[in-house]
T-cell receptor
Framework: KAGVTQTPRYLIKTRGQQVTLSCSPI?????VSWYQQTPGQGLQFLFE???????NKGNFPGRFSGRQFSNSRSEMNVSTLELGDSALYLC??????????????FGPGTRLLVL | SQQGEEDPQALSIQEGENATMNCSYK?????LQWYRQNSGRGLVHLIL?????REKHSGRLRVTLDTSKKSSSLLITASRAADTASYFC????????????FGQGTRLTINP
């Protein structure tokens, strides 16, 4: 099976712009989660989607949003970019419906640089 | 906020030696996972241990979990240069949500 794929891999934007990142989960996985990784804050949970519904959300401002399509592919959007949004954005998919025994498989990430 | 705290933050050993990393967490969990990350790339899942398990093995990896102390350890035996990476422990939120809470990681360097 193909792994989790993320596009684009690298992105450069300027402050105030918006960006959309895409994630295709492993075939058959219905849960998709997004994480932000920065040197200062480490890995932080953004949100999780399951069957096109946002089930969990981390402590990020409303500028960060996402959605999931019927084929489980997911997108996340960041509006009005700030310098602090520069980070590696990781997507993960999971087969299990809950986190109780859920291994999450990560994609290679999208590295976003905001200038 | 970080739930897991790894110790040490950085570890440098010679090839062939064993490497041990520790992780502590704060709240009750359903499972704990260890991941590896090479140079800012994606995370590679290493092993998952459930809260009712005490020890688990996978190849050269050995993970222990002590829920009474809220701690876990990852042992890599007979280390290789390719094991050079950052290692993270991650826990669920204890309530069944598909949400991982990561520690800050241990940066492991294997010297040839």
């Amino acid at each position: 099976k193909a792994g989790v794929t993320q596009t684009p891999r690298y992105l450069i934007k300027t402050r105030g712009q918006q960006v959309t990142l895409s994630c295709s989960p492993i075939s058959g996985h219905r849960s998709v989660s997004w994480y932000q990784q920065t040197p200062g804050q480490g890995l932080q949970f953004l949100f999780e989607y399951f069957s096109e519904t946002q089930r969990n959300k981390g402590n990020f401002p409303g500028r960060f949003s996402g959605r999931q399509f019927s084929n489980s592919r997911s997108e996340m959007n960041v509006s009005t970019l700030e310098l602090g949004d520069s980070a590696l954005y990781l997507c993960a998919s999971s087969l299990e419906a809950s986190g109780r025994y859920g291994t999450q498989y990560f994609g290679p990430g999208t590295r976003l640089l905001v200038l | 906020s970080q739930q897991g705290e790894e110790d040490p933050q950085a570890l440098s050993i010679q090839e062939g030696e064993n490497a041990t990393m520790n992780c502590s967490y704060k709240t009750s969990i359903n499972n704990l996972q260890w991941y590896r990350q090479n140079s800012g790339r994606g995370l590679v899942h290493l092993i998952l241990i459930r809260s009712n398990e005490r020890e688990k093995h996978s190849g050269r990896l050995r993970v222990t979990l002590d829920t009474s102390k809220k701690s876990s350890s990852l042992l890599i035996t007979a280390s290789r240069a390719a094991d050079t990476a950052s290692y993270f422990c991650a826990t669920d939120d204890g309530q069944g949500a598909q949400k991982l809470v990561f520690g800050q990681g241990t940066r492991l360097t294997i010297n040839p």
